[in-house]
């Protein structure tokens, strides 16, 4: 079965950092882009950062400064850096993977093929 499995979500003060994982399984990452994605309460969701097999990146406009993400398609993982958090960044963080074919819009849900559970980040002092 295909598995996306987030970890690492929680209670953080604004201005620390959060290290979220997305473990992959079930599947092979050579022909899929990963990204993350956030739902916070009330809205849409939305794409964060994304990187597709050969190593393209695309991230929101919202984050570039703040988020940066790796991928270790031997470990079949995928690690979000999320530095100088704010309130408008409490979300559920979804890790999500797109068919390569669409990596440079990877930010749009309709390219996801696979959706983790999510993970909650929440900022707050």
């Known amino acids: 079965q295909v598995h996306l499995v987030e970890s690492g979500g929680g209670l953080v003060q604004p201005g620390g950092s959060l290290r979220l994982s997305c473990a992959v399984s079930?599947?092979?990452?050579?022909?899929?882009?990963i990204g993350w994605f956030r739902q916070a309460p009330g809205k849409e969701r939305e794409g964060v950062l994304c990187i597709g097999s050969r190593g393209t990146t695309v991230s929101s406009n919202s984050v570039k400064g703040r988020f940066s993400a790796s991928r270790d398609d031997a470990e079949m993982t995928m690690v979000l850096q999320i530095n100088s958090l704010k309130p408008d960044d409490t979300a559920v963080y979804y890790c999500?993977?797109?068919?390569?074919?669409?990596?440079?819009?990877?930010?749009?849900?309709?390219?996801?093929?696979?959706w983790g559970q999510g993970t909650q980040v929440t900022v707050s002092s």
């Open positions: 999500a993977a797109s068919p390569q074919v669409f990596v440079k819009r990877c930010l749009d849900s309709n390219t996801v093929q696979v």
């Open positions: 079930g599947f092979s990452l050579d022909n899929f882009a």
